[in-house]
């Protein structure tokens, strides 16, 4: 055998050994590679869960396979100057809310609970009124566990949502019976004990109240940081939740925690906005890789530069990022920023139709009297009042003689020639599209209905307006008002846009409109998105 030969065959044998023979240090790393490719494969195998109807997988496998780091903050120098320039934004900008002006104080974690829990889909103009009141009436979680459902859902009523409020009591009660009246003070803690506190109410709890550095994710913040990062794949798929409360929990001040929170939902409410954002009044545009985007997008369409323009993108821009635009909604140039994120298409609410009936009589002391009757205490609008109702019928007198059952049910025999139709309502509720033909019954020249059944009362016009009921129910009466002598002429839809019965803007809406009116620009160019 020749030298050569020789060295050959030796190096071979080495080669060959197993890999037992490596150092501890690297076997050690090997097994344990070895058993995570395992419990991966094993997961990739199993069948969706029930839950979440996903395979589960590893985060950081799935994250490592499909994510590049295009879309993610790479260095504390980019994390610090994001944090300085959106604080410093913050403290000059911030609206004045009645919430944050009790931050710091003794019961802030009360304060803040409440108004998170109103602000849940819905508008800041309209939560203040409504968070004005709570307050008042229930300044503490004692007094709020004292309260009966019914003056909670009094309280609430025209809010929406309604279990909201039920669960917020709910948890007052928990607070006071099972947990000696301390309030807990971390997200997980109170994610884990308070009914209805999912993780963005206990993040932000947590952060604003306690000074626990929890980032929090909601739809402003996503939408910040998905333009920030150019994240164009749907920020509700799991994988891009997942990474979303990732970077929030990156950036989070741990100095001012509850200060940069709201910080990034204030950006995302009142200038990265969903439609038309203010990007030229954005304190963080520098570090935007989408406005980085529209600028590369604005050099290629005007053809100033030969080649690609020195802008950087994403490494896995090949259709296989999953934090990327989907290859089926490709990048849409009069957009603009507003092409991230994209929105996978929200399923219609279903459709769906019952007939109501208001029905009046001469109160005993004057004036009319009208019947309302509590609903179911689960379910849609739960322990709320309506007026009798029953479900669609597919002919006019199948619908009459079922309503006219429903109303004897609770009132005793009436005159069915008097039930007239007066037109239609629709409400759409957050899943539900509800239409109620709408009918009218006066008993006129009767004996006053003086006793009705456990569930029903009668209640003057006054008292309806301030009783727990719904915006739809005020909707239809509205329409039953409107058809009544001396009221302006109802339609066959909801009355609510007809001149006379427009609502003006509530206080809150006022208090926010002249707030903002000095600051609103005109420069319309490159904006995109919506208020809370």
Not at 25 to 36: I, K, L, V, W
Not at 320 to 328: D, F
Not at 412 to 419: E, I, K, S, W
Not at 422 to 447: C, D, M, P, R, W
Request: charged share 20%.
């Amino acid at each position: 055998m020749t030298p050569l030969v020789s060295r050959l065959s030796r190096l071979w044998a080495i080669m060959r050994k197993p890999r037992a023979a490596v150092g501890s240090g690297h076997r050690r790393q090997a097994a344990s590679q070895e058993r995570r490719q395992k419990h991966a494969k094993s997961n990739s195998q199993a069948k969706p869960s029930a839950c979440d109807g996903l395979a589960r997988q590893p985060e950081e496998v799935v994250l490592q396979a499909s994510v590049s780091p295009y879309h993610l903050f790479r260095d504390i120098a980019e994390v610090t100057a994001f944090r300085r320039s959106l604080l410093s934004w913050y403290d000059q900008e911030k609206r004045d809310l009645p919430w944050r002006r009790r931050v710091g104080r003794r019961g802030a974690g009360t304060v803040v609970w409440v108004s998170e829990v109103m602000l849940q889909q819905t508008q800041v103009a309209t939560v203040i009124n409504y968070y004005t009141g709570w307050m008042q009436k229930w300044p503490t979680l004692q007094d709020l566990a004292s309260a009966s459902l019914e003056e909670v859902n009094q309280l609430w009523a025209g809010l929406g949502y309604y279990s909201r409020g039920r669960r917020l009591q709910e948890g007052a009660r928990k607070v006071v019976e099972e947990l000696g009246g301390h309030m807990p003070r971390t997200a997980e803690t109170l994610q884990q004990l308070l009914p209805g506190v999912g993780r963005y109410t206990a993040g932000a709890i947590a952060s604003i109240a306690f000074g626990q550095a929890t980032g929090v994710v909601d739809g402003n913040v996503a939408r910040v940081l998905c333009r920030v990062r150019a994240i164009g794949a749907d920020p509700s798929s799991t994988l891009v939740s997942q990474r979303l409360w990732g970077l929030a929990q990156q950036l989070v001040d741990p100095a001012r925690p509850g200060d940069f929170n709201q910080a990034a939902m204030e950006l995302g409410a009142t200038v990265c906005t969903p439609q038309r954002p203010l990007c030229s009044q954005c304190p963080v545009q520098s570090l935007c890789r989408a406005r980085q985007r529209v600028e590369r997008e604005q050099l290629l369409a005007s053809r100033s530069l030969s080649g690609n323009p020195d802008v950087e993108e994403c490494a896995l821009n090949t259709g296989q990022c999953q934090l990327c635009l989907p290859a089926s909604e490709p990048w849409d140039q009069t957009l603009g920023v507003v092409n991230f994120p994209r929105k996978a298409s929200r399923k219609p609410p279903r459709e769906e139709s019952s007939a109501t009936c208001v029905l009046e009589q001469p109160g005993a002391l004057g004036g009319a009297q009208i019947l309302l009757v509590q609903r179911p205490n689960s379910g849609l609008l739960a322990g709320l009042w309506e007026f009798p109702s029953v479900t669609w019928e597919p002919s006019e007198q199948l619908q009459r003689k079922a309503l006219l059952q429903e109303l004897q049910r609770w009132a005793g025999p009436l005159p069915a020639t008097r039930l007239r139709h007066l037109g239609e309502v629709v409400h759409t509720f957050s899943h539900i599209k509800l239409t109620y033909q709408v009918y009218g019954l006066a008993l006129e020249g009767q004996t006053p209905v003086t006793t009705v059944p456990a569930g029903a009362r009668w209640l003057t016009q006054e008292e309806f307006h301030t009783a727990a009921v719904s915006t739809a129910m005020k909707k239809v009466f509205r329409v039953y008002q409107g058809q009544q002598p001396g009221t302006c002429k109802g339609s066959k839809r909801s009355q609510v846009s007809s001149p006379c019965s427009r609502k003006k803007p509530c206080m809150g809406q006022q208090v926010l409109d002249n707030f903002f009116r000095p600051h609103i620009s005109t420069d319309a160019s490159n904006l995109n998105s919506a208020a809370q």
